[in-house]
């Protein structure tokens, strides 16, 4: 078993909750989640594809959208924990189902500069470019996330899922956190790089470092939509998948850091956690490189600084 197969593995020990179930929070109101499979938003996905992950509020609402892109070969439900302690906060949450089996960290050490760049377009747009996999428009995340949303905006009109979508149906990206775990991390500051999103929250990378060039990969070092002061990153120090110093210089050619700065450590820290954009953890855990969307109780606040804070 290769060392993603085993994290996935300790992601599914977290608990994942059924169709349609029902978590009181603080508020007094309850978060609703629910199982839709991407073939009832569209009868041209295959039956077999994971279910996505939906939970929003009863009573809480921030008009915000997080949408949550898992790592590679996880499911929706993996990302319980975080997506219900969105809900709970107000956020309207969507964990996506989308093509995830091919990771991205090895592709480091192809010679080929844009392969990152190719990797992630088609991922995320479904632009026939890349050599490494094989995504049409219809099974990209911006397709799939607005099949979801239209169907949500049409099987439940009274919960506003519309405000998520333009006159025209596609996605109204300045009302939408895009956020993400691993794999997933990268997807959603590259879809932040070409849309003006409300924020970008990343956990466990970018981990797009060329091992061949000993560089962060090209797109990461690219202008981008959404601006630099509208993005967080969590990084565990310990990470044993992707290695710490590869992220942090990932997150050095966003313009997340500086040369100098590296990730203010918020193990024993209280929000604002020094009103910093780029966190870690030296926490224990099962797999650090999941510990940062784990159940340890330290994260809850953290998640509602990273989702929130101004």
């Known amino acids: 078993m290769n060392r993603i197969a085993v994290v996935i593995l300790i992601l599914s020990i977290f608990s994942c909750k059924k169709d349609n ?15 839709i499979q991407p073939a009832q938003t569209d009868a041209n996905y295959s039956s077999t594809d994971q279910s996505h992950y939906v939970v929003r509020n009863t009573k809480k609402h921030l008009n915000k959208l997080l949408l949550f892109i898992g790592g590679s070969y996880s499911i929706p439900q993996n990302y319980n924990l975080i997506c219900d302690h969105g809900a709970t ?25 844009f392969i990152f760049d190719n990797y992630r377009d088609e991922l995320c747009f479904g632009n026939q470019v890349s050599s490494q996999v094989s995504v049409n ?15 949500l905006k049409n099987t439940y009109p009274d919960q506003n899922w519309g405000q998520y979508l333009t006159s025209t149906n ?25 849309n003006l999103v409300d ?12 091992t061949f060039f000993n ?8 202008s981008g939509a959404t601006p630099i002061n509208k993005q ?15 992220q942090v210089a990932n997150l050095r050619g966003l313009g997340l850091l500086s040369a100098t700065q590296t990730p203010v450590l918020a193990d024993n820290l209280t929000a ?21 969307i784990g159940a340890n109780s330290k994260l809850p606040n953290i998640w509602t600084y990273l989702f929130t804070a101004e």
């Open 272 to 292: 604002p956690y020094s009103n910093a954009r780029s966190l870690s953890l030296n926490i224990s855990a099962l797999s650090n490189h999941s510990s940062p």
């Open 199 to 210: 924020r970008a929250v990343m956990f466990s990378g970018p981990n797009d470092y060329s």
């Open 21 to 35: 179930s029902t978590n009181p929070d603080s508020s007094g109101g309850q978060n609703i989640s629910m199982l």
């Open 232 to 246: 967080f990153a969590l990084l565990h120090t310990q990470d044993e998948i992707v290695p710490f110093s590869h």
């Open 170 to 194: 596609t996605l109204q990206w300045n009302k939408i956190i895009v956020s993400g775990h691993s794999q997933g991390s990268g997807h959603a500051c590259y879809l932040g790089k070409k």
């Open 137 to 151: 428009a219809l099974n990209s995340i911006t397709t799939r996330t607005t099949k979801l949303i239209l169907f």
């Open 215 to 222: 560089s962060p990969g090209n797109w990461l070092k690219q």
């Open 89 to 113: 906060i107000g956020l309207d949450v969507v964990s996506l189902s989308y093509p995830n089996d091919v990771a991205a960290a090895p592709l480091g050490t192809s010679s080929d500069q």
